[in-house]
């Protein structure tokens, strides 16, 4: 990979990498779509999805990023290691940037660039226009709902072949959205917006595959809106394992320029 390449990824891997997450392995079978049950309610496919969420201890493997943000289109390949409900570490080739998340801190460095961000999720709950916290990001990555459905009551439709989650009672400047597919009761969609402000986030599991007993997203586009500005990320993962013993070896490298983050970072 030309090394300019990697510079001009770096800060939006940084910035970014909370969303670039989603797992697939080209070994395994993708599942194919389920069919609806008319008879079933909000409460029950909510129910479901929950006692549905995978339960394991580590996973690793790789993934490929495609980034564009309409005039130029770039590609990284990256290695992603995941201790649930603890960390989440990302690589690129030969470590020139890094980056490490924990329930308490987002934190990545770019060695080429001899520059590095340590702090909270506080930034990307402003850039995604909602509060954003260790479980929510897990969440997101593993085809589970962004927000705790559990907490408010739906009406609920069919749509697009998926089960079609809307709060009964709309908040007048945040609106969301979620179709849950009736095989696995996984996420098909969740979109997040804030229409007075034109901001949208929207993350389209595509399809599902098993490994092992876990099942997974196989493939995952996410489009992101702010005003007049669009960027969208498709992803694909490689050689996905679970439950081997890890380390996240990570260290920010003595002497580099701390990152302050701004609008003109997104």
Known sequence: MKKTRIQQLSKRLGIGILFLVVISCKSNKVLTAGELDKSLSAKAIIKTH??????????????????????????????????????????APFGVVKAYITPERVSFYNKLQDEYFDGDFSYLSNLLGTELDFQKVQNLLLGQALLDLKQDKY?????????????????????????????????????????????????????????????LPNSIFITAID????????????????????????????????????????
């Open 50 to 91: 929950y006692q549905n969420e995978i339960d394991f201890k580590t996973l690793s493997g790789k993934m490929k990023i495609d980034y564009s943000d309409g005039d130029n289109n770039q590609g990284v390949s990256v290695s992603l290691r995941m201790e649930r409900n603890k960390a989440i570490w990302i690589s």
């Open 155 to 215: 009406d609920l439709e069919l749509a697009d072949e998926n089960y079609q989650l809307k709060p009964r009672k709309a908040a007048e400047l945040f609106k969301i959205l979620f179709q849950i597919e009736p095989k696995n009761f996984k996420i098909a969609t969740q979109q997040l917006s804030q229409p007075l402000k034109n901001r949208l986030l929207e993350i389209d599991y595509q399809n599902y595959q098993k490994i092992s007993q876990y099942v």
């Open 227 to 266: 005003k007049d500005v669009k960027n969208t990320i498709a992803i694909e993962y490689r050689n996905i394992e679970f439950n081997n013993s890890m380390n996240f070896p990570y260290k920010i490298p003595k002497g580099y320029k701390e990152i302050v983050l701004n609008k003109n970072d997104i």
